[in-house]
Each structure stands twice: as structure tokens, then as C-alpha cells.
């Protein structure tokens, strides 16, 4: 890549979201730095102006005029921190909130009708492209610690989706693989003992990226584990291991004893990343699935032996 790849990539991409001409693109009397100070201030009810200025990276004159503009216009109020009375507090006025509202309304709408001359099948790439560029370029919100969680109103429907997506544009499978998993996910939310089975989130920088179940197996004693994913923008982070982790020790904390799970020989990262947690293979059988001939796997660890 070079200074004329990025310098091209900002011109199209500026082009295409009407950074240019940001106010009449939305239909506001605004710039696109007095929309983002809207928007910030709009996330928290209130802000010091000098924790604004350094999030946005402005210069303190120019914050400050628009500042003085929002006040005139009766869209934000000012007055002493309650933190330090040196600094000035920031927050929105009713009007304030209208117009930030009225704001993000038509950006959705703008990003909406953007991604509507987008195929389906092109828009989980385009995502992941964003994600990566993102990643790459040290966004704040993606560092910070891993948390795994249980599932959330919406996360099992992520799940589904995630897979679905991923596997689509980095193997080529088909929606077979998303009946699957939309079964695997729809028999857990309707019949799991919570006891026995679990659902693990990995949340970094407040989004999710990775999951993992652990559920019975038809063997008695025996526990499966399924639908381990990890992000590719979380990847190399320790996602995978952790999730996996949680599934092993789980298992062998409500006292299974065997923990087995089913893959294909593509997928050689998680292989490798189950060998690293002990997993044996047992068994492989050719077989055609998801629109693919591929080979199956049976892998299978002993719970019984001293952990890791």
C-alpha cells in the first residue's frame, strides 16, 4: 500500500458519505465537526468541554465558537463542573436533543439508502472490511479487555447471523449451514437445562465477537461443544482460546466426563486451537455439506484427566 492508496480510498469514501457538502446532504444547517459535537453530546447527559475537546481533537477556539453558536441557538446550556469548577459542563437543552435526534435520524436514513445499492451477499464484507480497517488503524473502542458474558435479548439471533456470514465469505458455504445452526440455536433458547449447558459472548470494545456452546451430548456423561466463532477483527487476541477454555472448564466443573465436538479439516485454526486444549481426534468420514465436499472430524477430550 502507498500514500496514493489511502489518499485515493479517502477521496471515493469522502465522496460517497457527502462529507464534502455534509449539511445539505443531511438537510441540516450544520457542518459535519458542529454535527459531531451534537452527537457526542447526545450520548451521555453531560460533558465537560474539555473532555469534549480532547475526544474530538479540536482546537479549544474553534470548539469554543461552536459552542457559542449552540448556546445562542438555545441548544446546549453551560455551566461550572461538578468535578472541578475550573471546567465548564456542556449538555444538551430539550432543543438540543430534538436536533441531535432530528441528526442521527437522517444519517441513518442517509446510511441506510447507502447500504440499499449494496447486494446482500457483498454486505457482510463490506462490514468486515470496515472492522479491518478500523483494527488496523488502532481504534480506541476495539482495544480493552475480552469479557465473556452469558447471551443478551439478540445475541442468539447474532449468532445465527454471524455464522451464517462468516462462513459464507470465507469458505463458500450455503444457507444449509445457517439451517443448521438456526436449528442448533433455536433447540438451546427452547429447551437447555441451565445447569448443564451454557452460551458464552466474547464482548470487546462493547460489540460482540466471538461465542461458544457447551450442551448434552446423546452419550450419557458427555458434553458438546458447538459453534465456536471468533471475529476476523478479533482474532489473535485470545478469543478463541478463552472460549474454548470456558467450555472445558465448565464441563468439568458440573462434573461431564467427556467433552466431544464436530468440525471440518478446513477449519485448521480451531484444530489447532482444540489440540492446544487437549482434544483428540477419534474419527474422520468424507462427506457433502453446505455445498461443499468436505471432511468431517470427530474430536473428543477425557475430562476426567487432571485439567490444564
Known amino acids: 500500500m502507498t500514500v496514493q492508496d489511502v489518499r485515493a480510498f479517502n477521496r471515493f469514501y469522502t465522496g460517497v458519505i457527502g462529507a464534502l457538502d455534509y449539511g445539505r446532504h443531511l438537510y441540516a444547517p450544520y457542518t459535519l465537526t458542529e454535527s459531531r459535537v451534537l452527537y ?25 465558537r461552536i459552542l457559542n453558536k449552540f448556546e445562542e441557538d438555545g441548544l446546549i446550556e453551560r455551566g461550572p463542573s461538578e468535578s472541578d469548577p475550573r471546567r465548564r459542563r456542556v449538555r444538551l437543552t430539550a432543543r438540543g436533543r430534538e436536533a441531535a435526534g432530528l441528526l442521527d435520524e437522517r444519517a441513518r436514513d442517509t446510511v441506510g439508502a447507502l447500504l440499499d445499492t449494496v447486494a446482500p451477499q457483498d454486505r457482510a464484507r463490506l462490514t468486515e472490511a470496515m472492522r479491518t480497517i478500523r483494527t488496523v ?12 458474558r452469558e447471551p443478551r435479548p439478540g445475541d442468539l439471533g447474532w449468532i ?16 444449509d449451514y445457517e439451517g443448521l445452526v438456526a436449528r442448533i440455536v433455536a433447540d438451546f433458547a427452547q429447551d437447555h437445562d441451565p445447569h448443564l449447558e451454557r452460551v458464552w459472548i466474547a464482548e470487546w470494545g462493547g460489540r460482540p465477537v466471538g461465542c461458544v456452546m457447551c450442551v448434552r451430548d446423546d452419550a450419557p456423561g458427555t458434553a458438546r461443544l458447538r459453534l465456536l466463532l471468533v471475529e476476523p477483527g478479533a482474532r489473535g487476541q485470545g478469543v478463541g482460546d478463552r472460549l474454548v477454555g470456558a467450555v472445558v472448564g465448565f464441563a468439568r466443573e458440573v462434573g461431564y466426563r467427556d467433552l466431544v465436538l464436530w468440525t471440518n479439516d478446513v477449519l485448521s485454526s480451531a484444530r ?6 487437549g482434544f483428540a481426534l477419534v474419527a474422520e468420514k468424507p462427506h457433502r455439506s453446505f ?6 472430524q470427530d474430536w473428543r477430550l477425557d475430562l476426567r484427566e487432571s485439567g490444564e
Request: glycine share 10%; no cysteine; net charge negative.
Open 40 to 64: 457526542e453530546l447526545a450520548q451521555v447527559p453531560q460533558l465537560d468541554a474539555a473532555d469534549l475537546r480532547t475526544g474530538l481533537d479540536l482546537d479549544a477556539g474553534y470548539l469554543s
Open 137 to 148: 488503524l488502532g481504534d480506541e473502542r476495539q482495544s480493552g479487555d475480552v469479557v465473556l
Open 160 to 175: 445465527v447471523q454471524r455464522n451464517a456470514a462468516l462462513y459464507a465469505a470465507e469458505y463458500g458455504w450455503n444457507t
Open 272 to 277: 489447532r486451537l482444540y489440540q492446544r486444549h
Open 291 to 296: 455445498g461443499k465436499d468436505l471432511i468431517g
